[in-house]
């Protein structure tokens, strides 16, 4: 048996192109704006590392899990985004946390986000808005 066949399957992140995150967020724009054609974005377990999602209007996205290291969020919106820890599907206490690690979020409205045992070592919070957003247990600096 491969290293492939025993893996966790319940830990697999769907990985995003550039494309496809530019058109699931146009989409999620769409349902915010309460246009035509929207649907509200569900980024659960899904990676978007290394991503530009400047100025992405991600506000009340499902971002929990989410892995976005040294994602470009410059400007983007993720008031009262859902950043919280995941556990396991197989119902084990191991807890996944967002991983914001070393991403650009200068400017970014995180108000209201729940950013709970999120991972936001080296990440550039330089004029970011943290009014209201739920910090408990979050990484800043290792």
């Known amino acids: 048996m491969s290293d492939t066949d025993t893996k966790d399957k319940s830990e697999e992140?769907?990985?995003?192109?550039?494309?496809?995150a530019t058109h699931s967020l146009?989409?999620?724009?769409?349902?915010?704006?309460?246009?035509a054609g929207g649907q509200r974005a569900l980024l659960t377990f899904?990676?978007?590392?290394?991503?530009d999602l400047s100025g992405a209007k991600l506000r009340g996205t499902n971002l929990a899990g989410a892995q976005l290291q040294e994602?470009?969020?410059?400007?983007?919106?993720?008031?009262g985004a859902d950043l919280t820890p995941l556990r396991n599907l197989r119902g084990t206490e191991r807890i996944i946390p967002a991983n914001l690690g070393a991403a650009n979020q200068a400017?970014?409205?995180?108000?209201?986000?729940?950013?709970?045992?999120?991972?936001?070592?080296?990440?550039?919070?330089?004029?970011?808005?943290l009014k209201g957003a739920r910090l408990e247990g979050t990484l800043l600096a290792k």
């Open 107 to 129: 400017g970014a409205n995180l108000s209201a986000a729940d950013l709970t045992d999120c991972d936001l070592t080296s990440s550039d919070l330089h004029g970011a808005i």
């Open 46 to 51: 899904h990676d978007l590392s290394g991503l």
């Open 26 to 35: 146009a989409r999620h724009a769409a349902f915010i704006e309460r246009r």
């Open 71 to 79: 994602a470009v969020m410059f400007g983007a919106d993720l008031g």
């Open 13 to 20: 992140w769907t990985k995003l192109s550039q494309a496809e």
